[in-house]
């Protein structure tokens, strides 16, 4: 089946800096998204991001497609962006559409 | 318009009772998908179920768990027998419909111990 790596597992920043998470996929795929799990465990959408750049605010994401590989900017992090961050690809949706998570980035921001 | 809806959110069993997750889909949603996280983890893809059919069911263990959508009400997770190991957060997904390239709306998870 596909593989879907992250990179890093683990990131401490402090606060104001700027990030980049990597997600490594190893087959084609019809979409991409990016999601924020907080300390709560609360998944948050991000990004539907199956090619091109995005942005929204602080965060934004770029998807090149036919390189397999998807990368997420964080700039000027804040205390509330702490938590893990997972890339997601979905499959050719004649395979059951499911999404299949990567292993994620854990992100603490320090004041 | 209210979002993916689960519940209990917390639910605490113990080893040989059942466990039943519910989750309602975002108005309009007629696809749900049921993912599992233990903990440390990232989620891993259970069940995808349309209303009164179950689609994929290829990540889901081959005893003691069942998934249904019935035409009325919510899509329902059930856990017989439960044992420690399915401690764990488990999600579910909805979308409007089946096709390519679609955003799956997750809901807050359940959390279910097992004592």
């Known amino acids: 089946g596909i593989q879907v790596e992250q990179s890093p597992p683990d990131l401490i920043l402090q606060e104001g800096a700027n990030s980049t998470l990597r997600c490594n996929f190893s087959?084609?795929?019809?979409?991409l998204q990016w999601f924020h799990q907080n300390p709560w465990g609360q998944l948050i959408n991000l990004f539907y991001?199956?090619?091109g750049t995005k942005q929204n605010g602080r965060l934004s994401a770029t998807t090149v497609a036919t390189e397999r590989y998807s990368l997420l900017y964080i700039s000027s992090s804040q205390t509330t962006d702490s938590g893990v961050y997972f890339c997601a690809v979905e499959l050719s949706w004649s395979d059951g559409q499911n999404f299949v998570f990567g292993p994620g980035t854990r992100l603490s921001v320090l004041p | 318009n209210a979002g993916v809806m689960q519940n209990p959110r917390h639910l605490v069993r113990r080893r040989g009772q059942e466990a039943r997750l519910r989750c309602s889909p975002m108005?309009?949603?007629?696809?749900v998908y049921w993912y599992r996280q233990l903990p440390e983890e990232g989620l891993k893809f259970m069940v995808y179920l349309q209303k009164e059919n179950i689609i994929d069911e290829s990540g889901m263990p081959k005893e003691r768990f069942s998934a249904e959508f019935p035409k009325e009400g919510p899509s329902i997770l059930r856990i017989q027998q439960v044992v420690r190991g399915d401690s764990a957060a488990y999600f579910c997904a909805s979308s409007p419909r089946q096709g390519p390239a679609l955003t799956q709306y997750f809901g807050p998870g359940t959390r279910l111990t097992v004592l």
């Open positions: 991001i199956p090619s």
């Open positions: 108005k309009g949603h007629s696809h």
């Open positions: 087959d084609s795929v019809n979409n």
